[in-house]
């Protein structure tokens, strides 16, 4: 109690607020009380249980109903709002059959049931059935082989037990990547289709009660999901690059290289346990097994099953809801808030609890707008459509408007689905400090510490080693993550290089409900955020991402927070390319002394690796003295005193470099295979989908093996390193002028 205390203390001694004079915080600190004052938690009740009272899928009529609802509601605050409509392919189930044909009979159910504590699980004549979006057509029988998460690693125990899964269709539990990336490998390895089935051990009863006793996966329970190719890139797949505007050229659906060639489709485990029974061949690994009551076999066979997909591959109407408040002095520079608002069903959690709390947040900042304040910048609040797809509302809004975004946009704050628990935020690394000051300044709702607090606690006590848990407590602000993909952003940041946050809430209200009928006003009400505290809680975290970056004088980017970040992901590249010359070393010296075999059960089949090439060194002088030049700089900029109440005269001038100094981050030819992806130092991993990899074009190709394009992406991140230095030492000569 008594650390807490003196915690609490010098927090308020000290508080500051980056990028405002102290006059200027002063107001804002006033601003954001008032703020707070308005919030009311049932708004956020009220909105949810309208726009998730029907399905409100892409192209569904209640999703159009509810964009005409939000921009209705944000006129009604005064905003100038507008639904700007893209025509874009949503495929939609026909046909969808899954059947054993031996060794004995049994027809996949594919169906979640209503339930009568459930009250909107009964509308099926407007649900999407269960399926996997972008699956192609496909028509296919085979044998069926168990390839746990079927990620990379997989494969390779699977070419250890001499099992091919050729001409075969694999089952892969959901879980250890982005579900896209299931097929996508199964497909490189010659499968001919895919079915993804939720384990009990990932969200069923291994982890509580089911659904309608606990929150989690019952026996029919099934994941909805795209499995498009979004690494590649994401949106309308026949529009990349621009707006899918009525009358955009648009490709021919099979020269979209981000559609797989093999169907897919996501399962129950009601549905998966007959399968997964019947297989023969070898016992898994041990790490393979899930909680299903039964011994898992990889197969081949003698399971056959017969998987026939049919879809409709209609254009549909995409609405973006895009509300504006001008800024008082420089209308020009824009703050954009954004949550989608389509779901896969009814999406009480996933999009709606975030998207309640942005409206709330545009509610309250109207009302501020009446009692006389202005905000100093633009502010954009945007409600997506076409997120579940392929994040294609804010793709392709942000497609069609690239140039103006790229002038205009100073940041980028997103969310998503929001729960209880502790603050999550991912993000440009030139945003931490203010996240910092942020989470400092919003008060958790169950125990009263700071929200930075409590997340910190979190931290430290979930850190493996002492050492974590030591830099967890020692550091001052939020370690922010960064972004690989999943959510709206990823067009901003890693298309247009605009600095972007995602925020929210979790980790105390975990289910099983996520892309299924059960994701329901009734189960959030029962186990996420009954009262909407964490609503609230987020409201005024991103509130005042939003108002503090519309309000400061000098915008609060923090050059010192990306480089020590920065420094970091370059050691490990280095590192990691040490480590991988070793185990090539050590496992070469291995395959040729025949410890592989020698360690083996020679009862069962087994077939050792192939050596491996040598590691070669790669000269990482140019990024190693980019990322030097930085630091030095960066030094400097974190001395300079940044806000001051005299000389405005280069004030228009300093913001644009600070906030366009993102941009040096991307390239024009993007990352190789991918150019979609234009950041050099955040990126979605090539076979992770979610999952973000730094440095990314170095990163993948030391994992991949490919050392002379290491090579090349090493001089490309230093060329943007060095360009991101210059737009610094732009800044510090301004602010030594002032
Ligand atoms: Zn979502």
């Known amino acids: 109690m008594m650390a807490l205390t003196i915690v609490t203390l010098s927090y308020s001694q000290q508080k500051t607020l980056t990028g405002f004079s102290k006059e200027g915080a002063e107001a804002e600190f006033k601003l954001e009380e008032n703020f707070d004052r308005l919030l009311t938690p049932g708004n956020l009740d009220q909105w949810m249980k309208r726009l ?25 605050w005064g905003y100038d709002t507008q639904i700007e409509t893209y025509k874009v392919l949503f495929p939609t189930p026909k046909i969808r059959i899954l059947e054993m044909t031996a060794p004995t009979k049994y027809v996949a159910r594919l169906a979640e049931p209503p339930l009568k504590e459930d009250a909107t699980s009964g509308q099926t004549s407007e649900q999407l059935p269960v399926y996997n979006a972008w699956s192609p057509d496909g028509d296919v029988t085979a044998e069926v082989v168990f390839v746990n998460y079927g990620i990379p690693d997989d494969y390779e125990q699977l070419e250890r037990l001499g099992i091919d899964v050729k001409g075969k269709i694999v089952i892969a539990k959901y879980g250890a990547s982005w579900r896209g990336i299931k097929p996508k490998v199964a497909q490189e390895h010659g499968a001919v289709g895919c079915i993804i089935y939720s384990d009990p051990e990932g969200d069923g009863y291994f982890k509580g009660d089911v659904y309608p006793k606990g929150a989690f996966k019952n026996k029919w329970g099934a994941q909805r999901g795209s499995v498009q190719d979004m690494p590649i890139y994401p949106g309308d797949p026949l529009t990349p690059n621009i707006g899918a505007t009525e009358d955009a050229k648009r490709l021919d659906r099979s020269e979209a290289a981000n559609l797989l060639k093999i169907p897919v489709l996501p399962i129950s485990y009601g549905d998966a346990q007959p399968l997964l029974e019947a297989l023969g061949g070898p016992v898994v690994p041990e790490k393979w097994r899930g909680a299903l009551p039964i ?21 549909v109407d995409c609405y973006d809801v895009i509300a504006r408040l001008k800024g008082s002095e420089f209308p020009d520079e824009w703050v954009v808030r954004g949550n989608h608002h389509d779901a896969w069903v009814n999406g009480a959690s996933d999009p709606i609890s975030g998207l309640v709390s942005e409206l709330e947040e545009a509610r309250s900042i109207a009302m501020l707008v009446k009692d006389g304040w202005k905000p100093k910048r633009t502010i954009l609040f945007c409600a997506w459509d076409g ?8 793709t392709e809004w942000v497609e069609q408007h690239a140039t103006e975004l790229q002038q205009k946009v100073v940041a980028y704050i997103n969310s998503d689905g929001n729960g209880r628990g502790f603050v999550d935020v991912g993000g440009s690394h030139t945003l931490e400090t203010m996240v910092g000051e942020i989470t400092r300044d919003v008060i958790d709702p169950q125990t009263g510490v700071s929200v930075l607090e409590r997340k910190k606690s979190a931290d430290a006590v979930h850190s493996s080693t002492s050492k974590e848990k030591k830099e967890v407590l020692a550091k001052k602000n939020l370690t922010i993550s960064a972004l690989g993909s999943g959510s709206d952003y990823t067009p901003f940041i890693q298309h247009l290089g605009i ?22 006003y009734d189960h959030f009400k029962r186990f996420k955020d009954p009262q909407f505290e964490y609503g609230i809680a987020l409201t005024k975290t991103a509130g005042r991402a939003t108002l503090r970056l519309a309000n400061a004088e000098v915008l609060p980017f923090d050059f010192k927070t990306f480089q020590t970040t920065l420094s970091k992901y370059l050691t490990e590249v280095i590192t990691l390319l040490d480590n991988v010359r070793e185990s090539t070393e050590i496992e070469n010296q291995m395959i040729r002394e025949r410890r592989y075999s020698l360690a083996a059960d020679p009862a069962q089949k087994y077939i050792p690796p192939a050596a491996k090439d040598a590691v070669p060194y790669l000269n990482f002088g ?16 974190n001395e300079l005193p940044a806000t001051g109440s005299q000389a405005n005269t280069h004030l228009s001038q300093l913001n644009q470099l600070l906030y366009q100094a993102e941009r040096k981050l991307i390239t024009e030819s993007g990352l190789p295979r991918r150019p979609w992806y234009k950041h050099t130092i955040y990126a979605p991993g090539f076979y992770t989908g979610y999952g973000v990899k730094t440095l990314p074009g170095i990163r993948e190709a030391i994992e991949q093996r490919n050392w002379k394009e290491a090579q090349e992406q090493i001089e490309i991140a230093s060329q943007a390193i060095e360009d991101f230095n210059r737009q610094v030492e732009g800044v510090n000569k301004i602010l030594l002028l002032r």
């Open 52 to 76: 998730s009272a029907r399905p409100h899928h892409l192209g569904s009529a209640y999703g159009k109903s509810n964009a005409e609802y939000l921009r209705d509601l944000f006129n009604s």
């Open 295 to 315: 011994t898992y076999h990889i197969g081949p066979g003698p399971v056959k099953v017969h998987l026939k997909l049919q879809f409709d591959w209609k254009l």
């Open 387 to 394: 997120e579940e797809p392929s994040l294609i509302g804010s």
């Open 499 to 520: 600095a972007s946050l995602s925020i929210g809430y979790g980790g105390e209200s975990d289910g099983g409900e996520y892309h299924s009928i059960y994701d329901s």
């Open 622 to 637: 140019n990024l190693q003295n980019a990322v030097a030049r930085l630091e030095r700089s960066a030094t400097v900029f």
